[in-house]
């Protein structure tokens, strides 16, 4: 089997809808992403601050991808921070070990495999019996 390095530098990622719920004392945002870089990256990882009505930093909290994401496959990242009342505005940075996501691109829909360079999946053999 062949072995791809992961990306080093800038990695293009793309993005649906962050759902954020709030579940007890804690918020939590699920972010669904798509690698569309040539190559795996390495723990993507998701900073997200809250901010109050004036600006200031309130909470914040980090949802990380262990493990390397292969291009064109699809995972979700999950970030809980603990809740404020006074949380009304949030901003999210990617970033992984190798680098940054400089533009994460948001979608309506992601579908996986589609990635350029990605192989395509083979369907599932049906068993006979």
């Known amino acids: ?25 804690m918020v939590v945002t699920k972010i669904t992403v798509k690698n569309t870089s040539p190559g795996p990256i390495a723990r993507l990882t998701v900073d997200e601050s809250w901010y109050d009505a004036s600006g200031a930093l ?5 949802g990380v991808i262990n493990g390397l994401l292969q291009p064109g496959e699809v995972q979700t990242i999950v970030i809980e921070t ?8 949030n901003q999210w940075v990617f970033s992984h070990a190798n680098g940054t996501v400089p533009k994460p691109k948001r979608v309506d829909k992601l579908t996986p ?8 999946a083979k369907p599932a053999a049906s068993k006979k019996k």
């Open 113 to 120: 495999g589609d990635s350029k360079d990605a192989p395509a």
């Open 1 to 25: 089997k062949k072995f791809t390095p992961p990306i080093k530098g800038a990695a293009e990622v793309e993005l649906t809808k962050p759902v954020t719920t709030k579940v007890k004392d």
């Open 82 to 89: 603990p809740y404020s009342a006074k949380m009304k505005a």
């Open 58 to 62: 309130v909470a914040g909290g980090k």
